[in-house]
């Protein structure tokens, strides 16, 4: 069995190159499940990256890391503090390399003797301290250590969000309240915006926190592969399956694998806009109330049905008669998003 990430050293090398070169005070995050590619692998690409900063999502994710993070000066935990959380249980080889990120004055006041960034509310609207708050926290930063401040902002840009402005504003209203602003994290602008910046003011440094555009910025370099477990011939109204479906017509069954304990056939919310789009979706709703789903899994340049819903390690795909189906032990390209899939093996090629 072997749901299988691919991955083409030489490109992905040149992309993580470029990245790196591009975008000054480059932070990689790993994070949850390492993008697919496994948050001990991306340590040792950040390590081989030469940056003295990694980021991860969640204080959990900080204690699982390994020893060979000593190599970073500071491992930033995105994910806010809040009051009573627990700080203690890292590996001896991060004691006072963590560092914390806040959002308000109550959990950095929380955190006495400990490494900490202040989140700032950006037009994200997800977390962070807001401008009216700022005359408290001069108060709470008294006893921590602070290594700056963090500006999220939002990936999509409708017409008038000018996400440079934004950092721009909180630069200067962090300045007003009379607070440090020598370090400044930001999160999805460019390189040339990162420069920018810091030509704007020439006494900030700027940090970019990059995981999606760093990781999986060049989909060509990373290629996932589902191997061929068994082949079978139906005829007409054989039945199959655990729910023991009919076959419509002469075919094949292909069991391949990779299912819902990968993270195959999962489904999440996703934003929708334009008529195709809408229509697409709901072209797709109408088939799957027959029964008719579409895998992710692709065989002889096209992406084939699922016969029924996946399992938790494999998963059934429907050949229809006159397509010649793969051997037991071949390789069938998988479309499956990264960050929610699990792979058993990664390799490179």
């Known amino acids: 069995m072997m749901l ?26 790993a994070k949850g499940n390492g993008y697919g590619l496994g948050i001990d ?38 994910t806010p503090h809040l009051p009573g959380d627990p ?17 308000t004055a109550e959990a950095a006041a929380d955190l006495p003797g400990k490494r900490v960034i202040v989140e700032c509310r950006t037009s994200l609207r997800r977390h962070g301290i807001g401008a009216d708050d700022l005359g408290t926290l001069a108060a709470a930063l008294a006893d921590v250590h602070l290594e700056g401040f963090a500006l999220h902002l939002p990936m999509v840009r409708p017409r008038g969000a000018h996400p440079v402005a934004e950092v721009a504003t909180w630069v200067e209203r962090l300045k007003a309240a009379g607070l440090p602003t020598a370090t400044i994290y930001v999160s999805h602008l460019s390189g040339p915006e990162v420069s920018g910046l810091g030509k704007q003011f020439p006494d900030t440094t700027f940090r970019a926190r990059v995981g999606t555009k760093l990781w999986l910025g ?23 399956g655990y729910r023991q479906r009919k076959a419509p017509r002469d075919g094949h069954l292909v069991v391949v694998a990779g299912g819902t304990a990968h993270g195959v056939g999962l489904a999440a919310p996703k934003p929708v806009a334009g008529a195709m789009t809408r229509a697409k979706v709901a072209a797709e709703g109408t088939l799957a109330t027959f029964n008719r789903t579409l895998s992710p899994f692709s065989w002889a340049g096209k992406q084939r049905w699922f016969a029924e819903p996946p399992h938790m390690q494999v998963s059934l795909l429907w050949l229809p008669g006159g397509v010649e189906p793969p051997a037991v032990g071949d390789y069938l390209d998988v479309e499956t998003r990264m960050t929610t899939t699990t792979f058993d093996e990664v390799v490179e090629v």
């Open 218 to 240: 060049d989909r060509g370099a990373l290629a996932p592969k589902a191997r061929v477990l068994d082949v079978e011939q139906l005829a007409r109204g054989d039945r199959y």
């Open 4 to 29: 299988r990430l691919e991955i083409d050293r030489a490109r992905w090398d040149a992309h993580l190159a470029k990245i790196n070169a591009e975008i000054p005070g480059l932070v990689p995050v």
């Open 87 to 103: 700080t203690e249980g890292l590996p001896i080889a991060l004691f006072g390399r963590v560092v914390h990120t806040v959002a």
């Open 41 to 78: 692998r991306l340590v040792d690409e950040a390590i081989k990256l030469g940056v003295d900063t990694l980021a991860v999502g969640t204080f959990a994710e900080a204690r699982r890391l390994p020893e060979r993070a000593e190599e970073f000066s500071k491992v930033v935990v995105l």
